[in-house]
């Protein structure tokens, strides 16, 4: 675990020798494989886990996310984590995550993610980086999501 992901960035730790509830076991696993420039939801990830909501994955990344990458884990609309929006900025910038600027008038000026470039769907384009040209697949399209067969797989038709 890096210096990075237990920086308290609004992602709880596990208390030490606690072993973890299995569904926050998967969750954090899902989380782990986001590939850097890239996010899911929630959503996503309660989606292709096919258990649970955003609500409970949001729980388990508030609980136990600072031993993942919890700023690859976002909310629906791309604004950044109250309270932790500069750390997770810096966190996007350094990683090449796609932004867009907020308008003069949002507080703060802080950007959000744009979703429809950094969204990943889990599959097979982990190495390839959000700006290559290449319309990443959305979370809607989920013919190519594995769903309990494990991330990457493509569905059996």
């Known amino acids: 675990m890096s210096k990075d992901q237990t920086d308290g960035g609004g992602s709880g730790t596990a208390p030490a020798g606690a072993e973890l509830p299995e569904y926050a076991e998967r969750v954090l696993d899902v989380a782990d494989l986001i590939p850097p420039g890239r996010v899911m939801t ?3 990830i ?7 909501g955003p609500r409970q994955v949001g729980r388990v990344m508030a609980l136990y996310g600072s031993a993942v990458p919890w700023w690859r884990v976002v909310r ?13 900025l810096d966190h996007y910038r350094a990683e090449g995550t796609p932004l867009r600027e907020a308008s003069h008038r ?18 097979g384009q982990a190495e390839a980086a959000p700006d290559e040209g290449r319309e990443p697949d959305g979370p809607g399209d989920r013919g190519d999501r594995g769903g309990p067969g494990g991330p990457g797989e493509k569905a059996h038709t």
Not at 76 to 88: K, Q, W
Not at 106 to 119: L, T, Y
């Open 106 to 123: 949002a507080e703060g000026h802080i950007p959000r993610i744009d979703m429809r470039r950094a969204r990943w769907d889990g599959g």
């Open 46 to 52: 309660a989606e292709w886990l096919g258990e649970g």
């Open 42 to 44: 929630y959503g996503d």
């Open 76 to 88: 629906s609309d791309g604004t950044l984590l109250p309270a932790h929006e500069l750390r997770a």
